[in-house]
């Protein structure tokens, strides 16, 4: 009999044991899920209680405990050995189950079955009682806590400094070497690099032909141009080149926007005295300023930049004709029917843009009413800040800035330059086919052209 009863004791002492060391790792991977919780939602987290020591599991057997004497079982039919009237009556055995906690408790005699429970520790059984409870439970708890006590946002720890994650490589071009920009390049060589397919030929008409701005041709002539005639400039972002070499920079910023494209204008109806022969009726003399687009395919739309014809070839024929040459090599079809007769060089192949704006500053209103003359319609009439100026041209419609930019952000803002704001005008495809086309053309037939002794037009520059 005590052999018996001492092997039935290692073998409880070996399940308890065994309760033990399962107890240990459910509470490690409920503290693990915990952790996790924690991680993915950072405002839940609450201090945690101080744990105490834990203790090794022990292995230690104690020795046997004599059983008592019972009384002979005789059970029942269908009751268990420890049901609560066996026990109530003395017979058969009842070992309670110890509450399970994250440390053992000290090694102790086993209980016998009239025994109490053995009492745990406060803060370990509150421990095992949190580890315990659901991770849901745990972050209500933990939001109630921190609305009635906010506190401030974690601080990244010193040992770990702060890491960029994001990657930006871009490097701001510098401005463009000032210098003779292609001015020995010969028309064959001259890459105008444009987004949009050329025109095969020269646009003309009986007052005025444009052409593709080439330097070798063209820039000497245009720089003394608008060197005598800066009052153009007055509101224009860009001039009076001070330099040949800063006006071919020019010239070349402009030809490396590929959505950028220069027209020399040339007055056809000038008279000269001198007998010289013309190729083509281009002599140089009758250059009468520049007229550009500033496109973009994707968005199949232009706007009308760059225009600046000088006072000697204002209050003419010139304008209008060349606003109507600009416009309809913009809105016409890139794949034009031929007529019978016609070569298919001589015919017009245009961009077939959906729209054309024009921008001009709120204050400038020559430009706008000029713009409204050619059937552009008024968008916005005041466009605040809509561009920069340089600082020389303050002078005319610069605006200064706001009082609340100030220090380096202030110095930066000066460097660009003042502010400007611009009405924006504009014309669809659609409303140049029903009137705009026939509206210029009446215009240009009223106006007429005008013959002019070139000696009366241009003076000293002839």
């Avoid at 609450?46 to 004599?66: F, K, N």
């Avoid at 209050?315 to 298919?344: D, E, K, N, V």
């Amino acid at each position: 009999m005590l052999e018996e009863e001492l092997a039935r004791s290692l073998a409880r002492l070996d399940h308890l044991n065994q309760l033990l060391r399962e107890d240990e790792a459910s509470l490690k991977q409920q503290r693990a899920a915990h952790a996790a919780f924690l991680r993915k939602y950072p405002f839940a987290r609450t201090a945690p209680p101080p744990e105490p020591p834990r203790a090794a599991p022990t292995q230690t057997r104690t020795a046997p405990v004599e059983p008592k004497a019972v009384a002979p079982t005789s059970y029942g039919r269908g009751e268990h050995p420890n049901s609560k009237k066996n026990l109530a009556l003395g017979r058969g055995r009842y070992w309670p189950r110890r509450e399970r906690s994250p440390s053992p408790p000290a090694p102790s005699a086993h209980p016998t079955s009239g025994s109490k429970r053995p009492r745990t520790d406060t803060a370990t059984s509150q421990t095992a009682k949190a580890a315990r409870e659901p991770i849901a439970t745990v972050a209500q708890r933990s939001v109630a806590a921190m609305d009635s006590n906010p506190s401030p946002a974690p601080q990244q720890p010193a040992s770990r400094p702060h890491r960029p994650r994001y990657l930006n490589r871009y490097v701001a071009p510098g401005p463009l070497e000032e210098r003779l920009w292609h001015l020995t390049t010969p028309l064959e060589e001259y890459d105008l690099n444009f987004a949009f397919d050329l025109p095969p030929y020269a646009l003309v008409t009986d007052g005025v032909v444009l052409t593709p701005l080439i330097p070798c041709l063209h820039a000497r002539r245009l720089y003394r141009l608008y060197s005598t005639h800066t009052a153009g400039f007055a509101y224009l972002p860009y001039g009076p080149f001070p330099t040949f070499e800063s006006f071919l920079t020019f010239i070349e910023i402009r030809r490396r926007q590929t959505g950028s494209f220069l027209f020399v204008v040339y007055d056809r109806l000038l008279e000269f005295d001198d007998g010289r022969s013309e190729v083509d009726g281009l002599r140089e003399e009758r250059i009468a300023g520049i007229v550009g687009i500033k496109s973009s395919e994707p968005e199949r739309m232009a706007e009308i930049g760059h225009l600046h014809i000088p006072a000697p070839f204002q209050r003419s024929h010139i304008f209008t004709h060349a606003a109507y040459l600009l416009l309809q090599w913009l809105f016409s079809s890139p794949f034009p029917s031929i007529p019978p007769g016609s070569h298919p060089f001589t015919t017009l192949h245009g961009l077939g843009l959906r729209r054309v704006q024009w921008a001009a500053g709120s204050r400038n209103t020559a430009s706008i009413n000029a713009a409204l003359r050619l059937g552009f319609q008024m968008e916005a009439s005041d466009q605040q800040w809509e561009r920069p100026l340089a600082k020389d041209r303050g002078k005319v419609e610069g605006l200064e800035l706001p009082e609340f930019v100030q220090g380096q952000w202030r110095e930066r803002e000066e460097g660009i330059g003042l502010g400007r704001h611009s009405a924006l005008l504009s014309m669809a495809w659609d409303r140049w086919e029903n009137e705009g086309r026939a509206k210029l053309e009446m215009m240009a037939a009223e106006r007429g052209v005008v013959r002019r002794k070139a000696k009366d037009v241009l003076g000293d520059l002839l």
